[in-house]
């Protein structure tokens, strides 16, 4: 999982004030601390399965993602209305960084077949469907990840443990130092 940095959240949060969309989510509004994106699907909290995403978290190796959300799209049927941040635009990185996590953790015998989306969400019980609705773009760079316990019946996470991502030149530098 990756967190948005307070600068982000601030600039998020704002861009649904200025459409008055916080009021009108109300208590539904997803609490801005634990805005998120999620990098894999999760699983159950057994002593084994977080040895092995803690193996899996060591063994990543990638870089810095950069992300720009330039829209709050709705999604779901009643009464699992979701509201997200998304962008628009190809997500490569983002998946490149998504395969990434996923053969490390394959690698330690975790398996998931779905991919996450770049989003972050701002409701999962929002009172009526929403159109995609364009903000100005909010720039975000995903520099650490972190293995997260989900407390799902409050929608709460609690850091486990964190990973800092390698910025972009750390890749061409490891390139260039590869023999001919």
Known sequence: M?????????ALLGSLVARRLDRELGRALFAPRFWHQCL????????????????????VAAVEVPLTFSRIVG???????????????????FAALVRTIGRAMANHGVFQDVM?????????????????????????????????????????YEIVASSRLSPPQARWATQLALPF
């Open 116 to 156: 996450p989306t770049a989003h972050v969400t701002a409701s999962y019980r929002a009172p009526r469907a929403l159109h995609s609705t364009p903000i100005a773009p909010i720039d975000w760079l995903i520099d650490e990840i972190h293995l997260v316990a989900t407390h799902h019946e409050t929608f709460r």
């Open 2 to 10: 990756a967190f948005p940095g307070p600068e982000q959240r601030s």
């Open 75 to 93: 999604s779901g049927q009643v009464p699992k209305l979701h509201w997200a941040f998304r962008r628009r635009g190809s997500a490569d990185e």
């Open 40 to 59: 894999s699907l999760g699983i159950d909290d057994t002593p084994d399965h977080r040895a092995r995403f803690l193996a899996a978290l060591r063994d």
